[in-house]
């Protein structure tokens, strides 16, 4: 735990300038600096950092923050972590919580007892295959058979463990290791009768590292023939080694993953080791165990995009099939590549060889969609039935995207390739959504029905672009709040009051914008009127990114907004209440065009009349609103 002293001694020592400067050359140009952004490919400058507000901010990939930021994004370090590196650079001395209880300073004790034994440990059966006969006659030789060269043996730091009852653990007693470590770090088995033995004997050694490269755990995959023997054996669950939430493999390829800005997923050690000698090093295992929540998030640190290899047979297919779903809940896009019939990445890349193995890597990629449709094409074929059911299995797992514009995407697809019209999967999906939402929810009854519908409606999957010009008019208004609230108009109101007004009456559709629009106010509420710096201190590490954004320079691109979406951005602090009031009212306007839109697409096709009384209602009530609005804005309405 760090001291909450040493974080703001960081804070006020850190200089973005500097900070970057370490990892690109900035040029200066006007009051900021400029360079080729690091987090994407470009060959003209479009990141920029100002020192005065101490944040970067790139124009091409949107990628913004402070110091902190920079280096969680650049280094790929936690919050901690990040804080831990500035004070290094900055001399800054690191105090830790004196609130540390004895427990907890007994538990960081432990921790580091074990990575030192799990450490000598690798170092032990790492040197087995060089110095120890057995190691090198039976451990080197089967890694050589399967073509793995020095440099793969080092790069993972594969060892192993000799074929005797106690030949590690009397190797670490005498380099003063005690019993309890050995059995905390999971590398004995205790007796009933107080005596104990080596958990890994004859068998090839895998270390499993965490991010930043320290040993936590080990696989040992046993080279006897004998059938009572299991093939692998793991680390049990220790103080250091939580197995949902490692991923194999990550500490060799995460600055490849950034590179690739993709992540291939696969079963086990000899799969990630195989793809590396192929060539391909961006690849993680999730080592037996089913894919984790956690492992996910451990994966979007890096990319966005992972790409999973399934083996070829059905029946295992079908069980992973969760861990797409998973994935896709999480946001981020799936691919997959599905080897042929009794094949793993492992056996096939030996098979075809490196070259064309990466070869066929690249060539059998499918998204998750096609990938379904395929898995389920050849049941679907003849029968209606299956090819009905086959449908809604895919529409669930578009469901599960958090994003409406990547659902629409989606369906749009889908709807190409099942051959079937796009409004019948939306009205399935709608289905769904429903049904999980029933699920879910807790009556609330102190809303009248007729709001709830309403409110029900803008919750939907949009397959027109109204939700991302909402997003966009959204974020117009946080940013007039932010850069201008604390304006004060002659009548002595501030900006930021008619901006609540009106806003109160919406509800946000990008959660981000709806936090810092929280934050804000409950800053007015105890007597300040904050401005963008203000969240850079207060708002967390996510919203920290949209801040920055919202607070630079960018006049490049309100011109463009200003003619494609006619959002208003003010240029200067004149007009600025028209400006709050129209943008507020244009916004209100997109929300009620999008929910008669909605509503339109649902009146085609009532369940009963009932159900087409009320959406006729509903249709009448927005009519009414869209022309009070319209008149503030003095717009003539003439949609049907
Ligand atoms: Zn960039």
New binding site residues.
């Given amino acids: 735990l760090i001291s909450p002293v040493t974080i703001e001694a960081v804070k006020e020592r850190m200089d973005i300038e500097e900070v970057v400067s370490d990892y690109v050359s900035l040029k200066k140009k006007g009051k900021d600096f400029w360079a080729c952004?690091?987090?994407?490919d470009?060959k003209t400058p479009?990141?920029s950092v100002a020192p005065v507000k101490g944040i970067y901010k790139?124009?091409?990939?949107?990628?913004a923050g402070d110091s902190i930021t920079f280096i969680m994004e650049h280094e790929k370090f936690s919050y901690t972590e990040a804080i831990r590196h500035l004070a290094g650079k900055y001399g800054i001395e690191i105090a830790e919580d004196e609130q540390a209880t004895e427990e907890q300073q007994q538990e960081k004790n432990e921790r580091e007892s074990l990575f030192i034994i799990l450490k000598f440990a690798k170092e032990h059966y790492h040197e087995n295959l060089k110095t120890n006969d057995e190691g090198r006659s039976v451990g080197l030789t089967y890694l050589k058979e399967r073509g793995y060269n020095d440099a793969t043996i080092n790069k993972f730091e594969l060892g192993y463990a000799v074929d005797q009852w106690e030949h590690f653990s009397s190797h670490a007693l005498k380099n003063q290791f005690n019993k309890e470590i050995l059995e905390n770090a999971g590398l004995i088995i205790k007796k009933d009768d107080g005596g104990f033995y080596d958990r890994f004997r004859g068998r090839v050694m895998f270390p499993i590292h965490d991010i930043s490269g320290r040993i936590v755990a080990f696989g040992g995959r046993t080279l006897r023939k004998d059938k009572k023997t299991p093939k692998y054996i793991n680390s049990p669950e220790t103080v250091v080694y939580h197995k949902s939430k490692v991923l194999y493999g990550m500490y060799q390829a995460k600055q490849a993953i950034r590179d690739q800005e993709n992540c291939y997923l696969v079963e086990g050690y000899t799969d990630v080791i195989s793809l590396h000698l192929s060539g391909v090093e961006n690849v993680v295992s999730s080592s037996g165990t089913s894919l984790t929540e956690d492992q996910i998030k451990l994966i979007s640190r890096f990319t966005k995009n992972i790409t999973v290899l399934f083996d070829g047979d059905t029946a295992g297919i079908k069980a992973s099939l969760r861990g797409i779903d998973m994935i896709l809940a999480s946001g981020l896009n799936v691919r997959v590549v599905l080897f042929p019939d009794g094949e793993d990445p492992d056996s096939y890349s030996q098979k075809m060889g490196t070259e064309a193995f990466a070869q066929f890597l690249k060539d059998n990629v499918k998204d998750f969609i096609h990938f379904k449709t395929s898995l389920y094409a050849e049941e679907a074929k003849a029968d209606p039935v299956k090819r009905a059911e086959s449908a809604r299995e895919i529409i669930r797992s578009i469901a599960i995207i958090p994003d409406n514009v990547q659902r629409a995407i989606y369906l749009k697809e889908a709807s190409d390739l099942l051959k079937l019209e796009e409004s019948v999967l939306v009205a399935e999906m709608n289905k769904i959504l429903i049904q999980e939402r029933r699920k879910k929810k807790v009556k609330s009854e102190d809303q009248p029905a007729g709001d709830t519908d309403i409110k029900d409606f803008a919750k939907k999957p949009q397959l027109t672009n109204h939700t991302s010009i909402i997003s966009l008019q959204e974020r117009e208004n946080l940013s007039l709040l932010i850069n201008f609230g604390h304006v004060k108009f002659e009548d002595g109101t501030f900006l930021y009051e008619y901006v609540k007004q009106e806003q109160d009456e919406l509800e946000f559709m990008n959660q981000d914008y709806k936090e810092i629009y929280d934050l804000y106010f409950k800053a007015v509420e105890n007597g300040m009127v904050p401005q963008g710096n203000y969240f850079l201190q207060h708002g967390d590490e996510k919203i920290k990114q949209v801040i920055a954004d919202l607070i630079s320079e960018r006049y490049e691109i309100s011109q463009e907004w200003e003619n494609k979406y006619q959002i208003l951005v003010p240029k200067k602090e004149e007009n600025l209440d028209i400006h709050a009031f129209t943008n507020i009212y244009r916004l209100k306007l997109r929300i009620i065009h999008k929910l008669l839109d909605e509503n339109k697409e649902k009146l085609k096709n009532p369940k009963d009349d009932d159900e087409e009384t009320q959406l006729l209602n509903i249709h009448v009530a927005l009519k009414r609103s869209e022309m009070e609005i319209a008149k503030h804005l003095g717009i003539v309405v003439a949609r049907g």
């Fill in positions: 952004c690091p987090f994407h470009e479009s990141f790139c124009f091409g990939c949107g990628k």
